[in-house]
């Protein structure tokens, strides 16, 4: 007899073996959570500002940052920045390779190198390797489909798949020659397939941990869908160790996104999570509105909560019952449900305070709980 298909979600593959490399404090590979990153948008030079976004970053959940290093005064920022941020920094460096050492002796807790447009990158690898084993710096390897080298572009026609990888293996070999195997790689492309299709292929042909994009991803929501489709991908089937959602949004945005994938697969602890209907023509109140205000009003709290906001009699008891804590609303009024059982019925008015109130509850509770 054939096996009948329940519908049930896949059970989600083993992690890739790889190997772990430390950024500063941060474990990357191996079996090492995935950790999540971003990139300040501000001119590296100005340090108080570049500062005070990395804390902004801190504080959404970023773990690694990088900024950008194209000028000679990006560079003599650097070592002001790595010593004074909360998380460690990456150097993002493009087109002159002096500022590969400039970050090194800065202190920076790693560098990324794009190989495609560095000046006579592979001339240099050996001193970079050296320099960088000295210091205990990663490198990380960041190929990249629109400066991919014009050797291999001439090669394959286009930015494949094929073409990404090769690039990345060609240069950890470079640095392999020189014993040198404190390697992060990237492969990132625009589209989803492409940059899927890479990272496969590259999780099969080296052991070194991987970080994720889907670069220049786009605005806000086009750039999200992009990345969680991608990162969904192939987070279950255990490649990537890092990743950065790549948004044309403030850089807080990305962290936030990225947490949120991370989350939805089971691979972070859930924090807040707001359970909402779509509403409907059931619907008795505007749940649109309510749950924004609910969102707005628990943003940042601290402790694992699931809030149910519901505004029908259909769905709404039922999901607000399952939730830690929900409200099931209509006819001008909610009843607040906490882990399973109504507490209270209150005016719609004071739906929100009240789930506030309780939120707030809860989390003396667990505070309390532990050891």
Known sequence: MAAVNLGLPPVRRSRRVSRQVMVANVPVGGDAPVSVQSMTTTVTADVDA??????????????????????????????AIAA?????????IHFQPRYVFAAIR??????????????????????????AADCGVPIRIGVNAGSLDPRLLDKHGKATPEALVESALWECSLF????????????????PQVMVAAYRLLARSCDYPLHLGVTEAGPLMQGTIKSAVAFGLLLDEGIGDTIRVSLSAPPVEEVKVGIGILESLGLR????????????????????????????????????????VMGCVVNGPGEARE?????????GKGQIFVRGEVVKTVPESQIVETLVEEAMRIAEEQEAARP
């Open 106 to 131: 800065a202190g920076c807790a790693a560098v990324r190198v794009n190989p495609g447009n560095i000046k006579k990158f592979d001339d240099k690898v050996g001193e970079i390797a050296r320099a």
């Open 323 to 331: 939730a830690d804590l929900g409200v099931a609303s209509g006819n």
């Open 50 to 79: 570049t500062l005070q976004q990395i804390a902004e970053l801190t504080a959404a959940g970023c773990q690694i940052v990088r900024v950008a290093v194209p000028t000679q005064d990006d560079a003599d920022a650097l070592p």
């Open 269 to 308: 602890r859930r924090s807040l999570e707001i359970v909402s209907c779509p509403s409907c023509g059931r619907a008795q109140v505007d749940v649109y509105t309510l749950a924004d205000r609910v969102t707005a009003a628990l943003d940042g709290f601290p402790h694992p909560l699931r809030v149910a």
């Open 84 to 92: 004074r941020s909360q998380i460690p920094v990456i150097a993002d």
């Open 176 to 191: 392999e020659e020189h014993g040198f195997r404190e390697l992060k790689i990237s492969v990132k492309h625009h589209d």
